[in-house]
């Protein structure tokens, strides 16, 4: 029954946010964010836990600030996901700002292909369909949601968009391996460990373990490996690319770690930059205090 609800509640959103006036979409997606925020739950004290690790130096006043902008980006999310269907290519193209796109863009056009992998900051949506629409091949990875209903219509959602994507599953590094052979830009969220044998990493200064994925798949076919992250601008998102140097100087396990450990050091650059962008809801850290 509630894998039922949960089902017809984001149907319902899709077909009745698209249907709202722009401005009062986003409008009441923020005073969800601030209904949220009042009701304090646990994701909404998940939130505030990992933004007093990225931002130990903040006063409370100063926290409570940030989780709340935290959160409207988390609400704008999901406003974006639930109209971007709407959106012409014009409006896809022009919201987007780069920095460093000749990482992404040079291999693609050499025929190399390239693997990008992403914390979860911003809209990654956004970003593919933008790429997607440039007749750049995306080929990404997805957690199976519950019901099985939910997850074929979030397939349906980024199909749509030009994407391919994979159920987070046994099969899915086989086939990635083989999509990376064949020169694809493969996109993968890499800041949360859903396998719970990631790789150990320092961020923030506290353990954690991250995918192993995204340094995986540039160590074992040699494409190239960078890190995009993505934040939100006014009218649209900006994308950050930095290269990774993969580590190729010691035994498999020494050179996926520090490949690891490159990656995250990154991410925390642009979480640091941008923390209210960085939609981490969910636990992280291996040893943390939940904030009240």
């Not at 986003?26 to 004290?45: D, E, P, W």
């Not at 836990?49 to 940030?66: A, F, G, Q, R």
């Not at 980006?73 to 919201?95: A, G, L, N, Q, V």
């Amino acid at each position: 029954m509630k894998e039922s609800l949960s089902y017809l509640a984001y149907l319902s959103a899709w077909k009745l946010i698209g249907l709202l006036p722009e401005r009062s979409a986003y409008k009441l997606f923020r005073h969800l964010a601030h209904r949220m925020y009042r009701g304090n739950g646990k994701s909404v004290r998940r939130l505030r836990t990992n933004l007093s690790i990225v931002k130990p130096e903040l006063t409370t006043l100063d926290l409570e600030l940030l989780v709340m902008q935290g959160l409207e980006s988390y609400m704008r999310y999901w406003c974006d996901t639930f109209r971007i269907h709407k959106w012409s290519p014009e409006r896809i193209e022009s919201t987007v700002t780069t920095t460093n796109a000749h990482l992404l863009r040079d291999p693609m056009v050499q025929g190399r292909g390239v693997v990008i992998a992403l914390p979860h900051s911003g809209n990654w949506d956004h970003a593919g369909a933008y790429f997607c629409q440039q007749g750049i091949p995306l080929v990404t990875v997805a957690e199976v949601l519950k019901p099985e209903k939910l997850f074929q219509k979030f397939l349906e959602y980024r199909t749509s968009m030009g994407f391919e994507v994979l159920a987070l599953d046994s099969r899915a590094f086989a086939t990635l391996i083989r999509r990376a052979k064949e020169k694809r830009l493969i996109a993968l969220v890499a800041d949360r460990d859903l396998s719970e044998s990631g790789i150990p990493v320092t961020f923030f200064n506290r353990p954690t373990r991250m995918p192993a994925g995204p340094a995986l798949l540039a160590i074992k076919t040699g494409i190239p490996l960078v890190v995009a992250h993505i934040s939100y601008t006014e009218n649209g998102i900006h994308i950050d690319f930095t290269e990774v140097k993969p580590w190729l100087l010691g035994d498999d396990d020494e050179n996926i770690s520090r490949t690891v450990a490159a990656i995250a050091a990154i991410f925390q650059d642009g979480i640091e930059a941008h923390p209210q962008d960085w939609h981490m809801l969910q636990k992280i850290w291996i040893e943390e205090r939940l904030y009240q």
